[in-house]
């Protein structure tokens, strides 16, 4: 069998190298999603300032198995105990907090996005000075080489920096020698760097160093006992580099879920672009096929050659593409990173494992194609064959309809799930999956969806083109088994990229509307430097013009059942906390609210909204039974648990599932404690042009500052970017692979009928003659194809949209669906155009016989 199989790949090249390309690019990227996954799995980030530290002590920045927003510090009396434990030789504490260095009001070339140490952190990196001395006093400062020379800095010269949202004036005692990321570095003293992190008498990491003759692991067993009960731990190894890049983990637990959706989604797509690319060649291969089964060939035989050739074909895609799916695994790692998706110190990790996966999954998809094409080739009886050899008639089976049942039923029931269980944004974790299954269903039963359009179509056509129209319609009507075949990956293309796309605008958009509760403020204040200290929020209250001001802190956090005792969560006792909701919240004042936001109080008043209190939104407060006088615990950005009041409860599509918190408990429980953003609205009488050139006079104290209109600022928005550009990369990519498998069918397909065309014009038809009924044809396709894509992104669109924001329609401009469709229909026209002319270029008697 296995000969036969080559010597029938010899014979039909052309075909076959469609199957080719699809099982090439199929295993391409199939290899790129593993390699991210175990990539995200590892979460591997190898050291840099920490790397000549053995053991690292941090805080654990999980919770209930979510990643925090925020850093979770640990007590900065740690690193005494530490020290004196046997086996240490040292201990030192490390802190980072934003810095950004001045020119005049601005910031200087090179002098963004810095970070400031503690002088231990620079001891931590083993780097000597290259000139001057350490900092001693608290204005002064020593700065990396490279920063240095980047800002044109020696030692004695003075650099003005805005820290803590302040300006801050100090000497460079120093410079330091450059080592793996400390590219940005601006050391501090100790005492200096802890003022200015302003964290209570926390830090982020403790650097543990042992004696001579002391491994890593006796280092980590020894320290494990003075960790207990402070939520602190002990890492070696490549975990040494999220306690240096706590945001790695994050980007790893998005790489995770992203590529196990999208290969998931690949894998089905490979068996819908095999399997419709092999139904075309085994429907072409029906004569020869009936030739065999005359002469004595089992079904067994026959299903067992195509498998054979397949697997041939299969191997040698996979084999080949698996270097370049490693290589596009890395590429697209780079181009999360550039894209905020990842931190770009997630080292990328691609073993053996995802290979073998990918060639696996890509073989097995193009098994079971192979195995469903075959099937009808096998077992339908030889003269039956003979007859169906020129034009397909039957092509509903059991298997097949029960197939098609599954696939609606399973649909339907994810439709019924995102539109009345799932919530928000998280209702696009079942609405992707259920534009599969929809295609699937719709793929299955296209040949009569098919017959059913045609007939539909074909009085508009033949009384609008003529006898071309007529012609194609006669075509498409005699072979509509053959031209479902075409219709699937239009299809296929035009659902998957309307509802993957669509899917993302309605998010954004409705994230945005969301989030961005602005109606009520007439200026929105921001800093290039990172934010605000929230002293200035009483400055900017008692500024002419003004009727109030309201800090504006987006955050994270948890709600817990029930109210605990407050502290730091330590991770023996996440275990035992009940199930925790995790929502988004926002950090506000509760003397400017009611002038700055839209959002009202049904039960309760947001003027109480001061120390450890809550607003929560009416639907999460009745589902949890907490009313306006009771107590819930909170686990907040940090880690920190807190019990909290319920002061308000409220309704407002602008902040649904937000929940809303003093401003100044978020702050002492965020990464910088820097207010992002005030929202300032004006007193009567004053305009809000007046109040914003009012506010843009604090710039010269406020270096930085941009004070915009709620028109051309969103509020702390929801960062839907991240998600966003993850979403869009990986829908093109799959988008891209349905096109593929566009071309692949329509080229396969009109390569087939060249004794037909050789027929037509043999009895006078001319080359524009056959040019025109085939373009006709190519729309009728076209139109077929649009309309059943259309459905699965409607089927698909619309509980997703149910489940956001209550409507049925999805959000974002027709112009969208609009140029999918063209898109998709030019190409349509495109690949069935060009093979048609190139067959047309031989003469009628030098085409092969039609069938």
Partial sequence: MLGLALRTLRFRKVGFLASFVALFFGAVIVAACGGLMETGIRAASPPQRFAAAPVVVTGDQTYDGEVLPERARIPSSLVQRIAALPGVARALPDMSFPATALDGDRAAAGGDGLTGYGWSSARITGAPLAEGAAPSRADETALDARLAGRLGLRTGDRLRLVVAGATESVRVSGVVRSTAGTGTAVYFTDTEAARLLGAGGRIDAVAVFPEPGTGAEELKRAVAPALKDTGARAVTGDDRGTAEFPQVLDGATRLVSMSAVFGGIAVMVVVFVVGSTLAVLVQQRMREMALLRAVGSLPGQIRRMVVAETLLVGVLATALALVPGRAAGRLLLERFADGGVVAPEVAYRAGWIPLVAAAGAALLAAVAAAFIASRRAALVRPATALAEAALQRHWLSVPRLVCALLCFVGAVALAVVTATVMHGSVASSTAGPSAMLWASGIALVCPGLTRVLTAVLRPPLRLLSGLAGRLASDSVRARRVRTAGAVTPVMLATGLATALVYLQVTQDEAARD????????????????????????????????????????????????????????????????????????????????????????????????????????????????????????????????????????????????????????????????????????????????????????????????????????????????????????LAATIIGYAVISLVNTLVVAAAERRGEFALQRLVGATTGQVLLMMTVEALMVGVMGTVLGSVVAAATLAPFGLALDGSWIPGGPLWIYLAIVGSVGTLTVAATLLPVRFALRAGPAGAPAAP
């Fill in 514 to 729: 969301a989030a961005s509760p602005v109606n009520r403020a007439d200026a929105v204040m921001s800093s290039s430097t990172g934010g605000f200290s929230p002293d200035l929020l009483d400055r900017v209250a008692a500024l002419p013009g003004v009727r109030g001001v309201s800090a504006y802190v987006p955050g994270g956090a948890f709600v817990v059942e029930p109210a605990s005792r407050g502290g730091t969560v330590a991770r023996e006792d996440q275990g035992e906390d009940p199930d925790s909701t995790e929502l988004a919240v926002r950090g506000v004042t509760a003397r400017g609210i009611g002038s700055t936001l839209d959002v009202t109080a049904v039960r309760g008043s947001f003027a109480r909204l001061r120390g450890d209190t809550i607003a929560l939104p009416a639907s999460l407060a009745d589902e949890a039974g907490q009313g306006v006088g009771d107590t819930v615990a909170v686990v907040l950005g940090d880690g920190a648990r807190v019990t909290v009041k319920v002061v308000a409860s409220y309704e407002s599509d602008a902040g649904a599932g937000t929940a809303f918190l003093p401003a100044d408990l978020v702050l002492r429980h965020s990464t910088t404690g820097l207010v992002p953003q005030l929202l300032v609205s004006a007193d009567e009488g004053v305009s809000a042009g007046r109040l914003r050139e009012s506010l843009r006079t604090l710039g010269h104290t406020h270096p930085g500052l941009r004070v915009a209109g709620p028109a051309e600022a969103h509020v702390a928005a929801e960062d839907t970017s991240t998600g966003a550009w993850i979403n869009y990369l």
